[in-house]
């Protein structure tokens, strides 16, 4: 009776061992470690948005507790999308499965004094990481507010003030916040809130200064957010990614789908794919809902576009000089935010020739491994997508060019003397 029973007993537990098969498969775990840092910067009026798309992240296909695949989330969000008097700590956590129930675990805390646009605090992060989870494949989501290029508060350059108070520096500058409830909410690299005696201020970081504070080599950087996909932005990076996935133009508040993962969580991530589900979910929309931009570069590439943009940009340099606003250059912004247009259109509109253009096309096809636009975006007409945005001097100032000096394209092309 015993040996019968101990039978009985094992097809008991086969039967509930392969019932839960039903509902959820142990994948393998794959021979590489391999880490997703989705980073959201969320204190501001995209709090809600963003946490909705980590929830919708939670429910997606995760690694199994265990596994070398690993997916961490450093959030730090607002109470509500418009009251920011409360400071919140910031958290870095594992999300798995443990046979089909979702699991978090908090890894590390950063005080409520302290903010995600930090680069400090953003190097920290990574670093912790790191210290994790040694002598792995890395790569990172970025999900917040973002200007491309820009310095730090010049997006609403009417609205410029560096703010300090009693004899206490801030960590970072401030800048009076704009949140126009009029304008479609759209992820316009980080921008978190802070109000202090009535006024709003934000809180951003300097593209120089995140492409400084990564002390670790990615596999890829997305950008959730507005506006970052320019040659400036792939190119500062250049050195501590393998690619780049962007917007040309912004991102609506909704952003990237993160309900199915399996292009990314798997032991052959595709970022070409992930950004394509992106791209056919918008573009199967209506309306203005109907609005994206994207695209994938290979950094690998980027310094032989740098030296035969530099070529063209010292030939063609009157006729670049000359196009602005009214050149007919397809632009990737909207209002009077004029310093987005299409990277390979404005050397075509400046009068390269077949050649010319056959060379940087082939140049182009070597950075560019995926890009996708709909017809338009927001009201603006997208004729042309080449990929990359960037900067026309004829339709800067002064401040603005000396600024687009510093950046490492400009050093390495010559676009503004």
Known sequence: MRIKAKILLLIALSTVF???????????????????????????DLSSSIQGNLDVLKTSALPFHGS??????????????????????????????????????????????????DPAVFKEVLLKVQELYPNSNYSLIFSSHAT?????????????????????????????????????????????????????????????????????????????????????VAYELKDVTDKVAFSQAEVLARGFDYSDMKSLINDNPSIEDFCKAFYDYYNAQQNSERSATISVISTAGLEALADYSKELFGKYRSSVSALNTRSGVQKYYRGDKHWFFDFEDVLVKAGISDEEKASLDRLLEGCVTYKAATPEFLGIKINVHSGLSMYLPGAGDSALNEYYKTLAWNKAANLVE
């Open 148 to 232: 491309g290029w820009l310095p730090a508060g010049r997006y609403n350059q009417s609205n410029i003030i560096e703010f300090s108070r009693r004899n206490a520096a801030p960590s970072a500058p401030l800048f009076l916040y704009n949140m126009d409830e009029n304008e479609p909410k759209v992820k316009s690299i980080g921008a978190e809130a802070e109000r202090i005696d009535g006024t709003l201020y934000s809180r951003e970081m300097d593209l120089k200064d995140m492409a400084a504070s990564i002390p670790i080599h990615l596999d890829y950087i997305l950008f959730d957010a507005c506006l970052m996909g320019g040659i400036e």
């Open 68 to 117: 070398k695949q690993r997916v961490l989330a450093f959030t730090h969000f607002s109470l509500t999308d418009s009251d920011f008097s409360t400071k919140t700590d910031s958290h870095l956590i594992l999300l798995t499965k443990d046979y089909g129930k979702l699991r978090c675990d908090t890894l590390y805390t950063i005080d409520k004094s302290r903010y995600a646009t």
């Open 18 to 44: 392969f019932g839960c098969e039903k509902f959820y498969t142990r994948r393998y775990s794959p021979e590489r470690e391999m880490v997703l840092i989705y980073y959201c910067a969320g204190y501001n």
